[in-house]
C-alpha cells in the first residue's frame, strides 16, 4: 500500500513538471514570497512601510531622480539585525529632495526641491564634522513616487507581504476548521450532517464581501483581524469538498477493514480517510489563495483591511485609481498588475495540480 502510495505521487509529481505553466506559476510563487519575506532588504526605501514621505516630489514618473539631502538625528533607535530585516528600520533621520547646494565654512546651503517651475526656498544648516558624501545622494524611484512622494517601489515590495501571507493563514484557518466539519459530516451522517450542513448553507448563502466586512467590523480593523476573516469565510467550500469525498471512500473496502481491526473513528479518518481525499482539497486550497489575495485587496480598496501606514496593494489602488484619468494611470495599474499576476500564477498552479493528481487521466 505505501509503495502503491509512492508511485502515485511520484507519477504525479512527473506530470507536474511536464506542465511548464505550473512549474512556471510555481516558481513565480516561491519568488514573490521570498521577496515578501525580505522585502525591506531589498527595497530602495528601508523604513518601516517604506514610508518616508517627500511632499515636494509627489507623484513623479517611473526613472525620476533627485538629489537628498540626510539630515541625521542626534538619538539613534536602538533596533536588532532581525528586527531591521523583516520589520523595517526604525528610522529618524530628516530627508528632503534639493535642487542645489554648496559648502562654505562648514556650513551647507541647499534648495529645497519645487514642482512645477517653482523655486524652492534656500536654507543653511552646519555639518557638525560631516563630509559631503554622508549628507548628499543621489536618489533614483525607478517606479517613480506616489501622491505623499513615498517610493512607488519600495511600497510595491513591502505590499507583497500581505497580500502573500493572508493566503497562507486564511487558506490554513479554511483548512482547519474546512477539513474538520466536512469530515465529522461525512462520516457520521445522520443528524449530525444535518446540523452541519446547516451552517454550511447559511455561511454559504450569505455574499462572501459582506461576510468579510461583518467579521472585521466586528473583530477591529487591523492586520491580523482581516486575515481571520477572510480564514472564517473561505471554510464552507473545503467542507462541502471534503464531506463530498468522504461519503465516497467510507464506504470503501480498506475502511471497513480498519473498522472490523477495531481502529476508532479518529483514526479511521485521520490515517484513513483523509490521506486519500487530499488531492482535490490541496486543488481547492490554490485556487483559496487567489480568492483571499482579491478578498483582501478589496477591503484594502475600500478602507477596511490594512490600515495606513501599512503597504497593500489594494490601498495603493484606492490611493491612486483618481490618477488613471489624470495623466499617471500606472500608480494604480502597477499594484493591480501586481494583483493579477499574483492571482494567476496561483490558477495556474492550481489547474496544474489538478491534472498532475487526476487519476483517470493519462
Known sequence: MSQQSNSLSQLALQKFKKDFWGVFSLGFIVFIGLISIFAYVIAPDNSQYANQMHLSI??????????????????????????????????????IPITAYS??????????????????????????????HELISNKTFLFGTDKYGRDLLSRILVGARISFFIGFIAVFISLVIGIFMGSVAGYFGGRVDAIIMWFINVSWSIPTLLLVIAITLALGKGFWQVFIAVGL???????????????????????????????????????????????????????????????????????????????SWGAMIKDHYNYIILGKPYLALIPGFCIMSLVMAFMLMGNALRDALDVKSS
Open 233 to 311: 469565510t473561505m471554510w464552507v467550500e473545503v467542507a462541502r469538498v471534503v464531506r463530498g469525498q468522504v461519503m465516497g471512500v467510507k464506504e470503501m473496502q480498506y475502511v471497513t477493514a480498519a473498522r472490523a481491526l477495531g481502529f476508532n473513528d479518529f483514526r479511521i479518518i485521520t490515517k484513513h480517510i483523509l490521506p486519500n481525499i487530499m488531492a482535490p482539497v490541496i486543488v481547492i486550497s490554490a485556487a483559496n489563495f487567489a480568492a483571499a489575495i482579491l478578498i483582501e485587496s478589496g477591503l484594502s480598496f475600500l478602507g477596511i483591511g490594512a490600515q495606513p501606514p501599512m503597504a
Open 103 to 132: 559648502i562654505q565654512n562648514n556650513t551647507l546651503s541647499y534648495t529645497e526641491y519645487a514642482s512645477d517651475g517653482l523655486e524652492g526656498l534656500t536654507k543653511s544648516i552646519g555639518m557638525n564634522g560631516l563630509s559631503e
Open 58 to 95: 509627489h507623484s513623479k514618473k517611473p526613472g525620476f531622480a533627485v538629489q537628498m539631502l540626510t539630515i541625521p538625528q542626534q538619538s539613534e533607535i536602538e533596533q536588532s539585525f532581525l528586527s531591521n530585516v523583516f520589520f523595517g528600520k526604525k528610522i529618524q533621520d530628516t530627508e
